[in-house]
C-alpha cells in the first residue's frame, strides 16, 4: 500500500493537531478511521467476489473439458457398437476368426463405455468436494466476519 515511515505520521500528527485543535482532533481521528475501515471492507468484498467469479470461471472450464472427453469417449463407444451392428450378421457359415474379432470389438466397446462412466463418477465426486469445500470457506469467513462485526 502506501509507504509511510513514522516520522510521516508524526508529521501529519502535528499537523492536523495544529490545524484541527486538541477539542477536534479526537474526533478527526475516529471519522478517518471509520473511513479507512469501510473503505477496506468495501475492498476485500470486492476481492471476494473476484475471487468467486474465477473459481467459478475455472470450474465451468473444467467442466467443459470433461464435458468434450466424455462425448469423445460415448462417440468412439457409439462407432464400436454401429461397427458391430453393421457387420454382417452371425450365422452358420461364419467362422470362428470372425465371431472372435465381433466378441473383441463388443468388448472394446464395453471397455470404452466403462471408462466413459468412470470419468463422470470422478468428475461428479471432485466436482461435489469442491463445493465443499467451497462452501466451508464461506461458512469460515462469514464466523470471522461476524467475530469482528461484534467486536
Given at each position: 500500500?502506501?509507504?509511510?515511515?513514522?516520522?510521516?505520521l508524526m508529521l501529519i500528527g502535528i499537523?492536523?493537531?495544529?490545524?484541527?485543535?486538541?477539542?477536534?482532533?479526537?474526533?478527526?481521528?475516529r471519522t478517518?478511521?471509520?473511513?479507512?475501515?469501510?473503505?477496506?471492507?468495501?475492498v476485500s468484498g470486492m476481492q471476494r467476489e473476484i475471487s468467486a467469479q474465477l473459481e467459478a470461471e475455472e470450474l465451468r472450464q473444467k467442466l467443459n473439458e470433461q464435458q468434450?472427453?466424455?462425448?469423445?469417449?460415448?462417440?468412439k463407444a457409439k462407432q464400436d457398437v454401429e461397427s458391430i451392428a453393421d457387420a454382417p450378421s452371425a450365422n452358420s457359415s461364419t467362422s470362428a476368426a470372425a465371431k472372435q474379432a465381433t466378441e473383441q470389438r463388443v468388448s472394446n466397446a464395453s471397455a470404452r463405455l466403462d471408462e466413459a462412466l468412470q470419468m463422470v463418477r470422478e468428475d461428479t465426486e471432485a466436482t461435489d468436494l469442491?463445493?465443499?469445500d467451497v462452501k466451508e470457506a464461506d461458512?469460515?469467513?462469514?464466523?470471522?466476519?461476524k467475530d469482528s462485526n461484534h467486536q
Open positions: 500500500m502506501l509507504d509511510i515511515g513514522f516520522l510521516e499537523v492536523a493537531l495544529l490545524v484541527l485543535g486538541p477539542e477536534r482532533l479526537p474526533k478527526a481521528a478517518a478511521g471509520m473511513w479507512i475501515g469501510k473503505i477496506k471492507r468495501t468434450k472427453k466424455l462425448d469423445d469417449s460415448l462417440k469442491h463445493k465443499a461458512l469460515k469467513k462469514a464466523d470471522v466476519k
